[in-house]
């Protein structure tokens, strides 16, 4: 039994004026009268090679398509033992099969010369040509499951395979052929190799997703060239990368891989037509991890060196600016660190790696510290000068690292290790002029916490706060943030050497009365000092409220509110101790032992444990650690 055709449509018609030429003559003059009477002409059907020599690909691949069902499908009928009719049937075949050749010889040229597609003509040729191939795809699928026999001898054809196959050629031919701009000047035969084909890479697919696109209907032969360019060009790096690399052909590499190669994929003009996430890796981790830890390490040395330079420059002295001691160090090291993460992070793209190269910040900031602190130790003639000059630098970098812009580039363990270490440098330089005042006011500190200061407070606190007056009047040439700052530390530092001398244990307050007294003493003072402090140009504002809350303390009778006092104190500050709550309480003579031990007892039960400074936090600005700078024993 004969298998069924899979269509079996007529043979299309031929043209009129090939089989009747007369006639046709006729029709034609006809069809030329009646436009030119507006009349709508008589569409004539052109014959295969017309349709072939116009372009017309899709309407000459649906002729053969028709003639090759009507062919086999008499085939598979059975022509019998008519010589005649067998004789006709194989010239047919013959003649099908060297139009499909001539065909194809044209789609192929076509499909070729893609990248020379500019034209409307150009453009409708090539979409022709795709047409053809997709319907050949469905031809062949529509022949499947017929024996080899039944079916022609170019089915399947598989011109999808084909397709891909020549593009792939084409692809490989025009990579490998790639020229490099004149103007472009690389020394480097790598990164000449790597350029040129990263520039052919780019205007080619430009070129696809501008004029080829087009001609694929429901198809992205955008993403189909990508990841022919992608293969291609993967490839070239691999090889690259295989030989080993100087540092700046690993860093033009890296370039690509991480930054130039994804900016091209990721343009405006191929959104939506190439994903580039679902491209793999252009190098794989086994050569793109040693690369990137090559470029880190000479960040890494170059950092070092530079920041070496800048402190070496740092001993040669300092100078005056606009009445103010100055250094451009901190301004220097700031350009190199944040030149470097920068680096980092546009070369390595997402795989940044800051730990690393952040840890020469660290490295450097101790360098620094004990710079300064030889210069202390030293004692020259020109330490007030450096040591001001600096204060300011140490300003400037802590500006830098605590930034909210930063975020990204500094490892936050890092970049709290250096907060911790700057806020560090910063009080040993303010400590260099500080310390002199509170010698001079050591006198005046011994009758805080006495009887005298007791039945005087307002004296006592005014002696104190006209000593330093005296001294912050003589501080000069220091830039005025920085001049706040120093007033803000030792403002910090007076109260806390209030609080210790508090502590001391010199008196004991027996009754009420007295802890009335104290505790007024203690608010009067306390707004004494900070006002003074603040017009003085100190920032710490929450150290107002540290004597008015120990105050309280000494006018609470109940020792369940002395508790509950004590534990919202340590939640305020963390560093608030139980040594720090018995030298407080033993102002406070009326309380028994029992109730001592129960206090102490609740107190360590429910403190908040103490915490590290937030992120974002100057230490100098916080007072969660303010009674960890009083001492007592």
Known sequence: MAVESPCNKDRPNTSLT?????????????????????????????????????????????????????????????VGFNRKLVEEEEDDEENLKKDFEDLFEQVWSTVDNSFQVQTEAEIEALRQAVIVIQKEEEQDR??????????????????RDLHDSRLQNMVKQRMEEAKLDSDINLKSSVQKEITRKAKQLRKDLLHVAKYVKQCYPGENVCLQYAKLYHQEFSAKLKEITDYGLNDDDCLHVLLWVNTHYPRIMNCKELDGVIKYEQLEALLPENLLEPLEDQFL????????????????????????????????????????????LKSLKEVLGSRAKPQKITQQMKEFLRDYQNFLKKVIVDNEGNTEAVLKANLCCIRQLLEYIISTENQELLHVHIKNDCV?????IREHCQRYFTKCI?????????????????????????????????????????????????????????????????????IKLGDGNKQDQAAKALHDNSQKIHTYFTEAGSNLNDLKDILPRLAELLTLKDPQCIELQLVTLSRSYP????????????????????????????????????????????????????FSKVFVK
């Open 18 to 78: 090939a089989k009747f030429p007369k006639f046709g003559k006729k029709l034609f003059k006809k069809a030329v009268k009646t436009r030119k009477n507006n009349i709508q002409p008589v569409e004539i059907s052109l014959t295969f090679k017309q349709n072939l020599k116009e372009q017309h690909f899709a309407a000459a691949g649906k002729q053969l398509i028709n003639r090759e069902e009507r062919l086999f499908s008499v085939k598979q009928n059975g």
């Open 575 to 626: 560093d608030f101790s139980e040594a720090h709550v018995c030298a407080w309480l033993y102002l406070k003579a009326d309380l028994s032992n029992p109730e001592l031990k129960k206090i102490k007892k609740t107190f360590s039960e429910f403190r908040e444990p103490s915490e590290n400074e937030g992120q974002n936090q100057d230490p100098l600005y916080s007072c969660s650690n303010f």
């Open 438 to 506: 509170h010698n001079d006011l050591k006198g005046k500190y011994a009758k805080l916490g006495t009887r005298e200061w007791l039945k005087n407070s307002d004296h006592v606190c005014e002696e104190l706060l006209v000593g330093v007056d005296t001294h912050i009047q003589k501080i000069t040439n220091l830039d005025k943030a920085c001049q706040k700052e120093l007033v803000s530390q030792l403002h910090k530092e007076v109260l806390t050497e209030y609080v210790r001398k508090m502590m001391k244990k010199k």
């Open 142 to 159: 529509r022949w499947e499951g017929y024996l080899e026999k039944e079916r022609p001898q170019w089915r399947p054809r598989c011109c």
């Open 420 to 424: 911790t270490l700057l806020a560090s």
């Open 297 to 340: 390490t000479q960040k890494e040395n170059e950092l070092r060196a530079w920041c070496k330079n800048i402190l070496k420059r740092e001993k040669s002295g300092t100078e005056l600016r606009d009445g103010c001691y100055f250094s451009p160090l901190a301004i220097d090291v700031i350009q190199c660190v944040h030149g470097a």
